[in-house]
């Protein structure tokens, strides 16, 4: 009975015999070594982008566009050449098609345009920039 009472006080006071840590511990699942060796990855890769310009001449030739937007790269869309109605179904074709690649289209000046994907970020307004570089204003 006094080892009742001893052990009542001793789980009162938080103290636990040393035998109920051991089987705490056992009941632990085993610790598994890594023994794969990790993927390393260069964070450092340094892609070239390259940026298309292209002159379209004819509606038709918006397909080609559309296509690089589709492989992620930016095109620059000089339609200058072109009608002006058929340069207005150029930008709205391209610009249905950035939308529904998550991408985006911005004016730079004139008849010129630049199409990005999504992996694009475009920053600031590019017509003010090129503006300010050529002196246009």
Do not use: W
């Not at 056992?26 to 990855?41: A, F, H, T």
């Not at 509606?59 to 009608?83: R, T, Y």
């Amino acid at each position: 009975m006094s080892s009742k009472v001893i052990d009542k006080l001793m789980s009162f006071f938080g103290i636990d015999e040393p035998e109920e840590e051991k089987e705490e511990v056992d009941s632990l699942q085993p610790v598994i070594p890594y023994d794969r060796k990790p993927k390393i990855v260069n964070i450092h890769t340094q892609t070239q982008v390259k940026v298309l310009i292209l002159k379209p001449e004819k509606f038709e030739q918006v397909m080609n566009i559309c296509n690089e937007l589709k492989n992620k790269k930016p095109v620059i869309v000089d339609l200058q050449k072109m009608d002006k109605n058929e340069a207005q179904r150029v930008v709205d074709f391209l610009s249905g098609a950035a939308y529904a690649l998550n991408g985006e289209i911005k004016k730079i000046s004139g008849y010129i345009f630049l199409v990005a994907p999504e992996n694009f970020d475009i920053t600031g307004d590019i017509k003010d920039e090129v503006n300010s570089l050529y002196n246009l204003n």
